[in-house]
């Protein structure tokens, strides 16, 4: 009888426990599918602060939309009319409405402007979080720009780091990841990290850093590795579109990745045809779809 007993307990354990394998392999199927997500810029659909770049990004085939936080000039902060619950809610309201995400918020305005020097930083940073916290955003983009190229300036480097170590403890306690974007290879910005020293800064990878100078995307990719890259630019500098680029090979990429086992945001920067820069949904379009011919095919 007890012989029986623990011989029927093993059957119905093994039985309990292939059950449990089914939704287990659904679900590896479904994160697999949704492993790479591709979104696009509201800045670079020409559509910067306008809630009409979410039907906009839907038209043009994207999974998700990057918002600015809007213009800097010599103000304190962004001119961010996302500070407005009202304005928030409308596109939080709209991005459901279309199943449209938020992939994250962009501090553009540091492109121009430096980040080392600006005495306002920290209200800028702060906006922005309080911003993304607002909208359940859990990214938001900060490149170090022209003022802050760590190659051409080295001797920013100090105060670069010692703000961005500020920003890290306000990202934590926002529970929320700034990406940065620099000048420099990946073994050097793989070395600002950890100078750095903190989880809730990482790269804001791009792929046109190494292909605009000499360097092997790829290795480039695997330098930094999957644990430091929060998002990526998944486009080249304008002249043509990803497809007929001859300078990156997005399958290539994608094998790489895959066996970083890297998953995120892929997000349309540029990569425009020279001839029609300004032809938004002929650009982004094109873009949009070959990235999910590459990422999303199984």
Known sequence: MQHQNRRT?????????????????LLFAFEKKDRYKVAVIDLMILKRQKISALPLAKELGADGLEIDMGG??????????????????????????????ICSLAMTGF??????TRPTYHKMIQDCLDTAKAMNVKVVFL??????????????????????KVAGKMAAKAGIVIGIETALDAK???????????????SYFNFSNPIKNGRDLQQE?????????????????DGVWLQNDS??????????????????????????????????????????TYLKSVFQAK
């Open 143 to 164: 490149p170090l720009g022209v003022q802050g190229d760590l190659v051409k300036n080295p001797e920013l480097r100090e105060p670069i780091v010692k703000r961005l």
């Open 111 to 116: 492109y121009a402007q430096s980040f080392a």
């Open 247 to 288: 300078k990156i090979n997005l399958p290539e990429v994608r094998a790489t990745l895959d066996d970083m086992g890297w998953s995120g945001w892929l997000v349309v920067e540029r990569s425009r045809d020279a001839s029609q820069p300004t032809n938004v949904k002929y650009n982004f379009s094109a873009n949009t």
């Open 188 to 202: 050097g910005e793989l070395k600002l990290l950890k100078d750095i020293g903190c989880k809730h800064i990482k």
């Open 221 to 237: 990719l695997r330098t930094l590795g999957r644990k430091n890259i929060i998002q990526i630019h998944a486009t080249n500098d």
């Open 9 to 25: 307990f093993i059957n119905n354990t093994a039985l309990l426990a292939g059950a449990l394998m089914i939704p287990n392999q």
């Open 72 to 101: 800097l000039g010599n103000r304190e902060t962004f001119d961010n009319k996302l500070a407005d619950p009202k304005v928030r809610q409308e596109y939080l309201d709209q991005a459901k409405e279309l199943n449209l995400e």
